[in-house]
């Protein structure tokens, strides 16, 4: 608070007087106070944002068939590779639900190497560099890999989460699924907001 | 009467049809839209989940090709409205009451329309509800529609059941009623001339009407037969009758002559040389006059009867009363030391021929004159018995009576049950009496016992056949 007084002291380049201080002293502390709250919703629909991609990223295990890993085991995987953006969020989405009877749990790995278990990869953006060679290995482990980084679908990911018209829509693409042996349900490609078909890149 | 009772039971029977079927098909129309709902909401899990509206409407599309669904739409967990469409534009948000916690799907009827809500689940958790509003117009249409074919079907059905009753009434019930009128007729007036008319078609009932008519012709015959035989007989009769009174009459009259030269001859002998005969042979002449005397008597008590029986009678009002005290006097007179008590009303009017009823009166105040002779005193009575629908009149005297076992002997000629010696008579009387009863239509009868007087009772019923 001081060092807002002093700055607006030397903003104005004088010394104020007391009754027009008292004003001016609560104008800046309304509009900081606007400020504070205009950022706590901002951390609210940051959350909610959060929550969204949790949701999905739940739901999506919801319209995807694991081929050869039927039955496998009796956890549904959902895990994190990278810096984790969803925080609590996403086990507290995911806290006492299930798959096809198969308990959700939440992970998080650091290598790519580690998600043989998993069910669902969410890349964090962190991993944007070296994301061929993570879906490269990915591929292999018949997982489906998601990300909210830019253009993740185009690069080789099976779903990207993307902002469509002020909402968390999301981006599919086939090829990978099928390379990674996974069946995506119709209903998912209905609300998809884009179906990539034929290979990346070219 | 008839006709109401199946038509009562015709729309009874349309009535529990029409409203089994409203059920059903209300219950169809449930059940196809609850399908409808569950196809729908299960292929909106994703656009719910993923809050697609777009996806959502496009599942929803689907719907509107469905006739009869008015609006639908998918909401959120929360009943927020995810996509939904309308049919009426100028219909805003449907008012949907909440799901109870157990139930999956709930219908409401309103106004016209049913609306079914259902849950959409995704791993056994609600993501959201579907609802489907339907117009019950179709149910009503159906309804109408019923209505119209049941009314027809009841009117058709009506006038051939019209068609068919007045085809039987006129081809078997007119007939018969026909036949039996006819009997009936037939019974009345006893005219066996009638027949009854054959039916238009050949079936049964002809050969009924055939038989009933031969059975006519029958009855027809032998009626004039009867008849016949009848007039036949009754001429013999008759004619035997009139022969025999003829005979008799006859005989009688030729007897005379030979009985009145008799009577006359000896009459003669015994006045003219009477003096001379000594007493046994003045006896004998004696015995023939009195012989003479006898059959005189029975000759005219013969003619009389013949006479009574052959004569045409006159029909004129006769005091019976008065008839019975002239000839009460006469036998007075003629037995003036005879104690005899006679009784008899003032007046006793009939109708009837006077000389026969006379004779009649004679006869019976006679016997009884002669019946009561050995006693030292008598009572001789002529009265009337009033009955029911006849008058019965009596000649009574407490004189000898006779015995009732012989009562059917009395009648006939030339039955007599005492003997001449006790009292005179020849047996014709009583006959003569009956014959007279018989030509005035009525009846004669007699009660008696020995010693106790005898009463005879007689009906003149000058209405009936006379002669």
């Known amino acids: 608070m001081a060092a807002v007084n002093s700055a607006v002291n030397s903003a104005f380049g ?21 400020l504070f709250a205009t950022f706590a919703v901002g951390q609210n629909a940051r959350s909610t944002e959060s929550q969204v991609k949790a949701a999905y ?45 198969k308990t959700v749990r939440v992970a998080r790995i650091s290598r790519v190497q580690e998600a043989a278990p998993c069910n669902i990869l969410f890349i964090s953006a962190s991993e944007q560099g070296h994301l061929s060679a993570i879906l490269a290995d990915a591929q292999r482990m018949e997982v489906l890999t998601v990300s909210d980084m830019p253009h993740f679908a185009e690069r ?8 469509h018209q002020d909402r968390i829509r999301f981006e599919v693409n086939r090829n990978m699924a099928e390379k990674s042996h996974l069946v995506l349900s119709s209903e998912l490609l209905k609300v998809a907001v884009r179906v990539i078909q034929g290979k990346p890149g070219r | 009467m008839n006709t109401l009772v199946s038509a009562v039971a015709l729309l009874l029977a349309c009535a529990g049809f029409f409203t089994y079927d409203q059920i059903t098909f209300r219950q169809g129309l449930i059940r196809t839209l609850s399908a409808q709902a569950q196809i729908v909401g299960s292929n909106s899990v994703s656009a719910i989940l993923f809050n697609d509206p777009q996806a959502a ?52 009827l309103r106004a016209g329309r049913v609306v079914l809500v259902r849950r959409i689940l995704s791993e056994g958790r609600t993501v ?23 009314v027809g079907v009841l009117l058709i059905s009506l006038a051939a059941a019209n068609l068919v009753s007045s085809s039987f009434r006129k081809s078997v019930a007119q007939p018969i009623i026909q036949l039996a009128e006819t009997a009936q007729r037939i019974s009345r ?80 002998l015994l006045n003219q040389y ?42 004129e009002k006769v ?39 006379r004779v009649l009166m004679d006869n019976l105040l006679r016997n009884a004159w002669k019946y009561t002779s050995q006693h030292a005193s008598a009572r001789v009575e002529f009265g009337t018995v009033p009955e029911n629908r006849r008058t019965v009149y009596f000649v009574r005297d407490d004189g000898n009576g006779f015995d009732p076992r012989a009562a059917d002997r009395l009648f006939q000629p030339f039955q007599r049950l005492h003997s001449a010696a006790e009292f005179p008579g020849n047996g014709v009387g009583l006959a003569t009496v009956r014959r007279i009863v018989q030509r005035h239509g009525g009846e004669v009868w007699a009660h008696g016992a020995i010693e106790q007087g005898a009463t005879f009772y007689f009906t003149i019923n000058s209405s009936r056949g006379l002669g």
């Not at chain 1, 919801?62 to 969803?86: E, H």
């Not at chain 2, 002449?285 to 009867?305: F, G, H, K, P, Q």
Request: proline share 3%; net charge neutral; hydrophobic share 40%.
């Open chain 1, 14 to 34: 004088r010394r104020v007087g007391s009754r027009p201080k008292i004003a001016a002293r609560l104008a800046i502390a309304s509009s900081l106070i606007v």
């Open chain 1, 57 to 101: 990223l739940y739901n999506f295990g919801k319209f995807v068939t694991w081929t050869d890993r039927a039955g496998n085991s009796d956890t549904f995987q959902i895990c994190v590779l990278g810096k984790d953006p969803f925080g609590r969020v996403l086990d507290s989405t995911v806290k006492g639900e299930s798959i096809d009877q």
């Open chain 1, 156 to 163: 080789g990911g099976t779903i990207g989460l993307v902002n």
């Open chain 2, 57 to 108: 409407a496009s599942t929803l599309a689907a719907l509107q090709g469905s006739q009869n669904i008015v609006s639908a739409g998918i909401l959120s967990s929360d009943h927020r409205a995810l996509a939904q469409f309308s049919q009426d534009r100028r219909e805003a948000n449907v008012d949907i009451p909440p799901l109870g916690p157990g139930k999956v799907q709930a219908y409401w």
């Open chain 2, 128 to 150: 959201g509800f579907v609802y489907l509003q339907a117009s019950l117009q179709e149910l009503d249409k159906r309804l109408k529609r019923y209505a119209l074919i049941a």
């Open chain 2, 189 to 268: 007036d006893k005219n066996y001339d009638i027949r009854v008319s054959s039916p238009a078609e050949r079936n049964e009932l002809a050969v009924l009407v055939g038989s009933f008519n031969e059975m006519l012709g029958e009855l027809q015959k032998s009626h004039d037969e009867l008849e016949q035989r009848v007039a036949e007989r009754t001429r013999e009769l008759v004619s035997a009758n009139r022969e025999l009174e003829a005979f008799s009459y006859s005989v009688s009259h030729d007897l005379r002559g030979p009985l009145d030269a008799i009577n006359g001859f000896s009459y003669v």
């Open chain 2, 274 to 315: 009477g003096a001379e005969l000594d007493g046994q042979r003045r006896e004998l002449v004696e015995n023939i006059r009195a012989s003479a005397r006898r059959m005189t008597a029975l000759i005219d008590d013969l003619l009389n009867l013949s006479r009574v029986t052959s004569s045409a009678m006159r029909l």
């Open chain 2, 319 to 357: 005091d019976l009363s008065e008839v019975a005290r002239s000839i009460i006097d006469e036998l007075r007179q003629s037995a003036p030391q005879r104690a005899v008590e006679f009784i008899a009303p003032e007046k006793t009017e009939v109708v009837g021929d006077p000389r026969l009823l």
